[in-house]
């Protein structure tokens, strides 16, 4: 079994993780990709694996309130406290489309 992966394929997840890598950086990945790829393989070593079983750290025992109707706001008291209004909306920051490389 390869002890490193090939040039191409860590150019190949860095490309997927959008992110640039010198080539000293790409050395060191091969080796750690690789050896992180070999810690997950060892779980289709595992005897009586199988996809249908679930191991989660918790129980299901969930308990939810329960839902009920409560009193209607006022409309005009919610405007009014909001710190900005345009006639019936509450006016907020744009968010979507504000970031570098969006």
Known sequence: ??????KEEVLHVAKLARIDI?????????VE?????????????VKGYDDEILIAP????TTLRSDSEGEMLDPKKVIENAPKHSGNYIEVPV???ESEGA
Request: charged content about 40%.
């Open 95 to 97: 968010v979507i489309g």
């Open 58 to 61: 918790w129980s299901d025992n």
């Open 22 to 30: 010198t080539e000293e950086e790409i050395e060191k990945y091969q």
């Open 33 to 45: 990709l690789k050896q992180l790829l070999n810690e997950v393989e060892k779980i289709n070593e």
């Open 1 to 6: 079994m390869e002890d490193k992966l090939t």
